[in-house]
């Protein structure tokens, strides 16, 4: 059997976890001198509270070996295929490490990493893609085969509400997110080649912003993948979400409109209420 396993950044809900047997492995949250599993035992409001507390925003970090070693055990255990999908190399170890726990229980013929080089739900769709093929009976190698071919297909961008956090974590000047306040700026991020790069200014309130943002993806949504494209959000206003929500609908073009709340490690760095449409071309 071949079994599809993420690290947590990949922001699927429970909901889409357990409908795909999909096993996640959490990444580190560190705030101050305690640590914790993204998703297990912190979630994004106690770290926006805590972040505005302290003006600083946490430190996140890959999964531990034993960790990671210790979940792949049990499918050494079971002989099953594993494919695992992390976030992008460029942004995070975690890769690296998934890949070192495969070789540290000699069982890396039968693990297949795959470096997603994205983040949030544009791990998701490709970990969905594969979970697909996973319950059809495709084999582990030709699964890796057709997800790869996907990668560069995959269109993840969010707008952000506020600067703040991106100027706590060094992304952007005090200045710049002073500047952004007063005049009501939101930056349009995309991950491109694996890294997080500036696209496009938005100016107003969050709600005409947001809508401005959809309508500008229009035409590409309209020639996507059909399958499924995800509303990915951190805490956004629910009549924003709900707005975006119907506006994909009323495209008559998917076969599902996914809605689902970014994790600690991907609301650790881009803060409350941002929101991203994430697709496969």
């Not at 047997?21 to 912190?42: F, M």
């Not at 976030?87 to 039968?110: C, G, P, Q, R, W």
């Not at 297909?153 to 997110?177: H, I, N, P």
Request: with cysteine; hydrophobic share 40%; net charge negative.
């Amino acid at each position: 059997m071949v079994r599809i396993v993420s690290d947590s950044t990949c922001d699927l809900s429970m909901e889409l976890v357990e409908r795909y047997e999909i096993e996640l492995i959490p990444l580190h949250i560190i705030l101050g001198e305690r640590e914790y599993e993204d998703g297990v035992d912190i979630d994004p409001d106690t770290i926006y509270k805590w972040s505005d507390e302290h003006g600083t925003t946490p430190k996140t970090s890959a999964p531990g070996i034993e960790r990671v070693a210790e979940a792949f055990s049990r499918y050494k255990v079971s002989g099953d295929e594993v494919v695992v999908f992390t976030i992008s190399s460029e942004m995070s170890t975690t890769f690296n490490v998934m890949k070192l726990a495969a070789e540290d229980i000699d069982y890396a013929d039968h693990i297949f990493v795959v470096d997603s080089r994205n983040l949030s739900t544009g791990i998701g769709l490709l970990v969905l893609e594969a979970a697909c093929m996973a319950k059809e009976g495709v084999t582990a190698e030709e699964i890796v085969s057709r997800v790869e071919k996907l990668i560069p297909r995959v269109r993840a961008s969010f707008v952000v509400d506020t600067l703040v956090y991106l100027q706590r974590g060094g992304r952007c000047s005090g200045l710049t997110a002073m500047l952004g306040s007063i005049l009501k700026i939101h930056p349009r991020i995309a991950v491109k080649d694996g890294v997080m790069e500036p696209e496009k200014k938005y100016r107003g309130k969050m709600h005409r912003v947001v809508s401005e943002y959809v309508q500008d993806m229009e035409e590409d949504l309209k020639a996507a993948k059909k399958d499924r494209v995800f509303i990915t959000h951190a805490g956004c206003d629910e009549v924003i979400v709900e707005s975006v929500r119907s506006y994909l609908l009323d495209l008559g073009y998917f076969d599902e409109v996914l809605v689902t709340r970014a994790g600690g490690v991907i609301s650790s760095h881009c803060g409350y209420g941002t929101l991203g449409v994430l697709f496969i071309a």
